[in-house]
């Protein structure tokens, strides 16, 4: 057992063990968006991994840089103006607390809800110009990135409507949240062996998020079902993409949520931006017919995404959401 001399504030979050050099994947699919090859590597990445790289996106370094450095003004803000901007539910500022049932990391953020390709007017947070025009030209862009991600999957699952995913994103009553995360350095457990739990490990219940760092690692995704955690690379001008519980249902288990956590860095903070794609509340999330073979049923009871979100946010972050729309355990 570890004994703490002076007990940090890391009391309530979870400690893991502390990821060393052997524990970074070199492995992680690299998809580039401007080749031709891009959809059958995109379904090749999430069949395998649900997870995957993508570079040559045509997002220009400004729009991140912009975003990033009104992020990293934004957090630097004495306690008590950044609460201001909170709580986190349904929209704004959160500290350590995520969700509404018990979850802890060693984070703050903004939940942001956007509106077509901006930040809902109806939030006014964050309030001041200069982040705000800076979160909604990102957003803006990050949101282009998933539609031609979505287009490509749809292309490289053969089925002939290439709108067929990205329009139940970009439809009416798309439901899109966007989120900027801040992971403070945790320098108390700096050689212990041991970092705190900045995000606890999880599936998005969405059908894709868009995930872009600075250049601190932390994100691990695991592998082989869970059975081995390992440490993605950070790169800060390069998406991440993660297949939600959705897309897993929407191709009936054929690609599958990847279970991904944040670990803290003991020395340098990480920020990040993460755009989660959903349908709107209305949307049935049932497998596409054309993914189906003949005489093949849905592994899953049918749902709305409302249903669906309404059942994820009654659970706790590292539950198997998807387990209780199972027909049967697969
Ligand atoms: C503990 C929770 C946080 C979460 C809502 C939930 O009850 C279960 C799903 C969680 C998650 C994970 C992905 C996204 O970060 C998120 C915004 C989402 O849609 O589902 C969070 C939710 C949250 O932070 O409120
Ligand atoms: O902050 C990150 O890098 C990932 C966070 C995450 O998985 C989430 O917000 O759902
Ligand atoms: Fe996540």
Redo the contacts with the bound molecule.
């Keep these: 057992m570890v004994v703490l001399a002076n007990p940090p504030v890391v009391d309530q979050i979870p400690l893991l063990r502390s990821p060393g050099p052997r524990d970074t994947f070199s492995g992680v699919p690299v998809v580039d968006l401007s080749s031709p090859a891009a959809a059958r590597a995109i379904v090749d990445a999430c069949e395998r991994f649900g997870f995957f790289k993508v570079v040559n996106h045509g997002v220009p370094a400004a729009t991140m840089g912009r975003a990033e450095s009104e992020a990293v003004r934004f957090f630097a803000q004495a306690q008590a103006d950044k609460d201001r901007a909170g709580p986190a539910y349904p929209f704004g500022y959160g500290s350590k607390r995520?969700?509404?049932?018990g979850?802890m990391g060693w984070l703050e953020y903004l939940?942001l809800a956007v509106d077509s390709a901006s930040l809902s007017d109806a939030c006014p947070v964050p309030s001041t110009a200069a982040f705000r025009s800076a979160l909604n030209e990102y957003v803006a862009a990050v949101r282009k990135v998933a539609v031609r991600v979505l287009e490509a999957m749809a292309e490289g699952l053969g089925i002939a409507d290439a709108a067929a995913l990205s329009s139940m994103v970009t439809g009416a009553g798309g439901d899109q949240?966007f989120?900027v995360n801040h992971y403070p350095p945790c320098p108390a457990l700096q050689g212990l062996g041991c970092s705190a739990t900045g995000f606890g490990e999880?599936t998005?219940?969405?059908l894709i998020s868009v995930l872009r760092s600075n250049g601190t690692s932390g994100l691990q995704i695991a592998l082989r079902d869970g059975a081995q955690w390992v440490s993605v690379p950070s790169d800060r001008d390069a998406f991440f993409v993660n297949v939600g519980d959705s897309l897993q249902v929407l191709t009936n288990g054929r690609f599958k949520s990847v279970k991904h956590r944040v670990v803290t860095n003991s020395l340098k903070s990480r920020v990040s931006f993460?755009y989660?794609a959903g349908p709107a509340l209305e949307q049935r999330i049932v497998p596409l017919p054309e993914l189906l073979a003949e005489g093949e049923e849905s592994l899953y009871k049918e749902f709305t995404w409302g249903e669906y979100k309404k059942a994820?946010?009654k659970?706790?972050?590292g539950d198997n959401r998807l387990a209780q729309f199972e027909k049967r355990s697969i």
């Design positions: 995520i969700g509404l049932n979850d939940l949240v989120r999880h998005d219940p969405q993460i989660f994820a946010y659970t706790r972050l």
